[in-house]
T-cell receptor
Framework: EDKVVQSPLSLVVHEGDTVTLNCSYEVTNFRSLLWYKQEKKAPTFLFMLTSSGIEKKSGRLSSILDKKELFSILNITATQTGDSAVYLCAVVYNQGGKLIFGQGTELSVKP | NAGVTQTPKFRVLKTGQSMTLLCAQDMNHEYMYWYRQDPGMGLRLIHYSVGEGTTAKGEVPDGYNVSRLKKQNFLLGLESAAPSQTSVYFC?????????????FGDGTRLSIL
């Protein structure tokens, strides 16, 4: 059975901390892995990863994929209260661009 | 830029009623998707479409029907609503289905079935 598992499910940190969010997957015909940030409404796209070992970076956020060990991490450095959100990991598999999502990690950043 | 627009944003139905959720995208995307999001379960794919006039089942299709008569619109129908269909519904679209383009999401429709 195809699945994506995220850990931890929830996390509380203080401003300035660095956090690492984990995503492991078991899918047939892996095509890519995506990270989304979800606040109150629509998930917003952060990163797409297709190759192992190549770090994607955007400001304080970065992500990397390990296709041998079947996992990805999302790092956030110098966290801010605006980083509070649910972070979703999803994998594109098979034809049609279908996504299978993990349960999400709820991050709360305290002032 | 409108992107992906969902209507309505909220709706309350009684068991057995029917309704249609509308998704419209203005990005000329070929692929469109309907998901439901429930607490602790992430997003699950209901149905999807790889182009105008096509539809296919996703992970949880039972109780739902879809239509893609126009490229820019993807409709999700509930013929006889059940309390188990209480959820937040998200529509998404993407240019490609090969996994090299991200999906873009609408703001969601919160649906309650009493």
């Amino acid at each position: 059975e195809d699945k994506v598992v995220q850990s931890p499910l929830s996390l509380v940190v203080h401003e300035g901390d660095t956090v690492t969010l984990n995503c492991s997957y078991e899918v047939t015909n892996f095509r890519s892995l995506l990270w989304y940030k979800q606040e109150k409404k629509a998930p917003t796209f952060l990163f797409m990863l297709t190759s192992s070992g190549i770090e994607k970076k955007s400001g304080r956020l970065s992500s990397i994929l390990d296709k041998k060990e079947l996992f990805s991490i999302l790092n956030i450095t110098a966290t801010q209260t605006g980083d509070s959100a649910v972070y979703l990991c999803a994998v594109v598999y098979n034809q049609g661009g279908k996504l299978i999502f993990g349960q999400g990690t709820e991050l709360s950043v305290k002032p | 830029n409108a992107g992906v627009t969902q209507t309505p944003k909220f709706r309350v139905l009684k068991t057995g009623q029917s309704m249609t959720l509308l998704c419209a995208q203005d990005m000329n995307h070929e692929y469109m998707y309907w998901y439901r999001q429930d607490p602790g379960m992430g997003l699950r794919l209901i149905h999807y479409s790889v182009g105008e006039g096509t539809t296919a089942k996703g992970e949880v299709p039972d109780g739902y029907n879809v239509s893609r008569l126009k490229k820019q619109n993807f409709l999700l129908g509930l013929e006889s609503a059940a309390p188990s269909q209480t959820s937040v519904y998200f529509c998404a679209s993407s240019y490609s289905g090969s996994g090299n383009q991200p999906q873009h999401f609408g703001d969601g429709t919160r649906l309650s079935i009493l």
